[in-house]
Nanobody, 121 residues
Framework: VQLQASGGGLVQAGGSLRLSCGASGRAFSRYSMGWFRQAPGKEREFVTAINWNGGVTKYLDSVKGRFTISRENAKNTVYLQMNSLKPEDTAVYYC???????????????WGKGTQVTVSS
């Protein structure tokens, strides 16, 4: 499975960005999908995840109410809508997939290369 994230960029605090992650292969609809981020000098952290059918989502506390994860299985794509962005959201954002459709965690099976999100104050 290959994952390709896009949609990152530079935005002012309070602004919005929408990240997309496209996946290859026919099994996308069975995977759980997640977004993680890594800021300079910090460890990678879990941001959000969605189960195989979109019925369950999980969020990092600091992004609840601002970020929304969604998926379109027909398009093999998962999205991350980020609103009310803060400078502390600045990081490289990675999408990841797990073959266990209900898994949420760091032991994802497949990782994309990441897209940079920079929020200026």
């Amino acid at each position: 499975v290959q994952l390709q994230a896009s949609g990152g960029g530079l935005v002012q605090a309070g602004g919005s960005l929408r990240l997309s992650c496209g996946a290859s292969g026919r099994a996308f609809s069975r995977y759980s999908m997640g977004w993680f981020r890594q800021a300079p000098g910090k460890e990678r952290e879990f941001v959000t995840a969605i189960n195989w059918n979109g019925g369950v989502t999980k969020y990092l506390d600091s992004v609840k109410g601002r970020f929304t994860i969604s998926r379109e299985n027909a398009k093999n794509t998962v999205y991350l809508q980020m609103n009310s962005l803060k400078p502390e959201d600045t990081a490289v954002y990675y999408c990841a997939a797990a073959e266990n459709g209900n898994y949420y965690g760091y032991a994802m099976d497949y990782w994309g290369k990441g897209t940079q999100v920079t929020v200026s104050s």
